[in-house]
């Protein structure tokens, strides 16, 4: 999937991107949303840049940061974006920290999706486990290309499963 998704064009990935955080804006938990998290791109995932930009304007709008084996969410203040873990840009020291119980809608990254919901990530685990904390109650929307769902995909008992899928 890496592969496929660093094959794409730059227009190809520019046109996806906007199509998938399109239909991301265009469901009912995103327009009741007042905190959404939302990552800092790689490379070979959906760019959320414009989003970044965006959503911000009218929403609290919250990015990871990864400390060792944790995650953890904090206010988007794009001056404040630094390189972090894995080369992934990150809120600073100084950042503000978003308790999971604050969080409304939660976009998550990942390597393959079904359209019932499940979920591959990259490996390490960092997603399964924040979005399995008891106080985390928000929608979670996953969102690859098009060509990342899959008709079926391994799953373990700690693989949490999205409550959508937004490909594009």
Known sequence: MKQRNLALTAAER????????????ALDAFASARTV???AALPDEP????????????RRLVVPRVEGDTMRFFRYDPAAMRPGAFGIAEPGPAAEECL??????????GVAFTADGARMGRGRGYYDRYLSQPA???TKVGVCYAHQLCDGL??????????AVVAG
Not at 100 to 108: G, K, M, S
């Open 37 to 39: 998290a939302l990552y």
């Open 47 to 58: 760019d959320t840049a414009a989003a970044l930009g965006r959503w911000s304007e009218d």
């Open 100 to 109: 999971p119980q604050e969080i409304d809608l939660v976009v998550v990254p």
């Open 136 to 138: 985390l109650r928000a």
């Open 14 to 25: 520019a046109a996806a991107s906007e199509r998938i955080l399109r239909r991301v804006e």
């Open 154 to 163: 391994p799953t373990e008992p700690h693989d949490v499963a999205m409550d």
